[in-house]
């Protein structure tokens, strides 16, 4: 065997395939969207100029002061004690079931409990049931173990479904604002999921980081809120709810943390004892602060009226300059439209390199989509920039798909 840089010599199959497809494409938006001379549409952030400094600042200070040098320390793998009963407290209010402290997993953000998901769960050739198109990151994650996708089409009748959901390891999806496509799954059908997946006898992962971001309106019950309504008592459900404050404060924070029945939960935290030691407890004291306050809901209070604006921002705006090429609905959550190309006429791939030239970036959807198919439909963020720049921003979008369409 040859190791030479760059070489995948050596690595599993998984891993090889990774370093060429999806780890490139990411570190490329970053960077180009990155750059002071580029309007970004394509990162999936909050505001920054919105960050909480004097918050977060305080919180710190009180956090210091309460705790001193113990949250200096490595501390305990499950995460900080007094946070795991504080989100134990707040899921059972939320969805009135019986969460206890041993039902939840402080992870380093959602992103680590994904990967400790692949890890408990995945082997090479499992099947992974998924929407499609679907975050990223999850495939990222899961890449280097090499699952197999079937579709999670959501009407559920598709031929073969529930033999697919019966071979499957688990079910993933993010029911409220999906990224990348800022839908809003109805009641209904979260509630024929459910019911399916316990026919099927398989895990259900619920990744739920954009449930503060409500534009119009609560988005109503979670998976687990469904499971947790039919069944009383200690929780032992087949969903593995994923939340974090990344989305409703800031990700620095890396605060994330895992709902699962108490099996699953030890699982994953003698992996994420082998990934990390433990979350820091740093963070973790000061999100405590910041959570017993209720601060995120303060915090909402004054960033939700901001992204709607940005959000009818972007939607008239493209109504005007973009909608003889695409279509979208205009999301009800979340920080994303999603839009697709009238009758396939626009490979956003391709699209993406006039973009370049007129210096706006977006997502194009064959990164989101696990059949390698779907090439006519892009993302657009509407949360981290002004309205004034997402107006210019699909201004130059616009100039970079007439000179797309003349080529
Ligand atoms: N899941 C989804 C659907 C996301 O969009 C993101 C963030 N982009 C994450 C998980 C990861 O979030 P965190 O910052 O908590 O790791």
């Known amino acids: 065997?040859?190791?030479?840089?760059?070489?995948?010599?050596?690595?599993?199959?998984?891993?090889?395939?990774?370093?060429?497809?999806?780890?490139?494409?990411?570190?490329?938006?970053?960077?180009?969207?990155?750059?002071?001379?580029?309007?970004?549409?394509?990162?999936?952030?909050?505001?920054?100029?919105?960050?909480?400094?004097?918050?977060i600042q305080s919180a710190t200070q009180r956090a210091l002061e309460r705790h001193g040098p113990a949250v200096l320390e490595y501390g305990a793998i499950e995460g900080f004690p007094a946070l795991r009963r504080l989100i134990a407290a707040r899921i059972s209010a939320e969805t009135g079931g019986h969460f206890t402290p041993e039902n939840v997993l402080l992870t380093s953000g959602s992103m680590q409990g994904l990967d400790l998901i692949g890890k408990v769960l995945l082997d090479p050739g499992d099947f992974v049931v998924a929407q499609s198109p679907t975050y990223l990151g999850a495939l990222d994650a899961w890449r280097p173990r090499a699952p197999l996708y079937r579709k999670l089409d959501w009407d559920l009748q598709e031929p073969g479904f529930d033999d697919a959901l019966a071979r499957a390891k688990f079910v993933y999806t993010v029911p409220n604002y999906s990224n990348p496509t800022g839908v809003l799954v109805s009641q209904e059908r979260r509630a024929a999921l459910l019911d399916k997946v316990l026919a099927a006898g398989t895990w259900l992962v619920e990744d739920d980081p954009y449930r503060t971001i409500q534009l119009d309106g609560p988005p109503g019950r979670s998976i687990l809120g469904h499971y947790v309504a039919r069944h009383s008592g200690a929780y032992d459900g087949p969903v593995i709810y994923l939340g974090t404050v990344s989305k409703s404060l800031v990700p620095g924070l890396r605060v994330g943390w895992i709902i699962a029945e108490h099996g699953m939960i030890q699982a994953l935290t003698l992996a994420k004892q082998a990934t990390d030691l433990s979350s820091s407890m740093l963070t973790q004291a000061i999100t405590l602060e910041l959570l017993e306050q209720d601060f995120d809901s303060e915090h909402a209070k004054a960033i939700v009226p901001l992204y709607r604006e940005r959000r009818d921002a972007?939607?008239?705006?493209?109504?005007?300059?973009?909608?003889?090429?695409?279509?979208?609905?205009?999301?009800?959550?979340?920080?994303?439209?999603?839009?697709?190309?009238?009758?396939?006429?626009?490979?956003?791939?391709?699209?993406?390199?006039?973009?370049?030239?007129?210096?706006?970036?977006?997502?194009?959807?064959?990164?989101?989509?696990?059949?390698?198919?779907?090439?006519?439909?892009?993302?657009?963020?509407?949360?981290?920039?002004?309205?004034?720049?997402?107006?210019?921003?699909?201004?130059?979008?616009?100039?970079?798909?007439?000179?797309?369409v003349s080529s």
Do not use: H
């Open 314 to 404: 972007l939607c008239n705006e493209a109504a005007l300059r973009l909608s003889e090429w695409f279509e979208w609905e205009v999301p009800v959550g979340g920080m994303f439209v999603w839009m697709r190309a009238r009758n396939q006429a626009i490979d956003t791939d391709e699209l993406y390199r006039f973009a370049v030239e007129e210096k706006v970036a977006f997502v194009p959807s064959s990164v989101f989509d696990f059949t390698g198919q779907d090439r006519f439909a892009m993302r657009v963020n509407f949360t981290r920039s002004s309205p004034e720049v997402i107006t210019e921003g699909v201004r130059r979008l616009e100039r970079a798909i007439a000179t797309y």
């Open 1 to 55: 065997m040859t190791i030479s840089k760059g070489s995948a010599a050596g690595m599993r199959p998984g891993c090889a395939q990774w370093l060429k497809t999806s780890n490139n494409i990411s570190q490329q938006f970053l960077a180009f969207g990155g750059r002071p001379d580029v309007v970004s549409l394509a990162g999936g952030l909050p505001a920054a100029e919105l960050y909480p400094l004097a918050a």
